[in-house]
């Protein structure tokens, strides 16, 4: 998960883990891991949310019980810091979040095991 949270390649740590700021390559230029099958999907937002809130709503609480100051020093304050803990932490939060399925060896990153698209059920018998 360190080598993710650094967006690096879980496997050989050496190359990068996104293409762009949230997109995942679709395999690691060094060793070749494929990353296409990772599902991250709303995992990292939810993470997000809840640590930035974790780390805002206290600051809030003890500067507005402190100081009091007017709604308008609130905003200036605190709106840069969420979008920057927000904008900050999603990569990182991301690349942590695919090698830890990596790990698990979810989401077709386990070569032994069936794809996840996979239908295993038995086949329905044609109607009469």
């Not at 099958?37 to 995992?43: L, V």
């Not at 640590?51 to 003890?62: A, D, K, N, S």
Request: neutral net charge; charged residues 20%; hydrophobic residues 45%.
């Amino acid at each position: 998960m360190r080598r993710g949270f650094l967006g690096r390649c879980p496997n050989c740590g050496k190359g990068r883990l996104f293409r762009a700021f949230l997109k995942i390559a679709d395999q690691c230029p060094v060793c070749g891991e494929d990353f296409h099958h990772h599902r991250a999907d709303d995992a990292p937002a939810y993470f997000n949310i809840v640590i930035v809130g974790h780390i805002v709503v206290p600051l809030v609480f003890t500067v507005e019980t402190a100081f009091a100051p007017p709604y308008w020093v609130h905003f200036v304050i605190w709106f840069p810091l969420i979008l920057a803990l927000s904008f900050g932490l999603m990569q990182p939060i991301k690349g942590a979040i695919v090698a830890w399925q990596w790990a698990h060896r979810m989401h077709g990153f386990d070569t032994e095991s069936p794809p996840d698209d996979l239908d295993l059920r038995p086949a329905a018998k044609p109607l009469p």
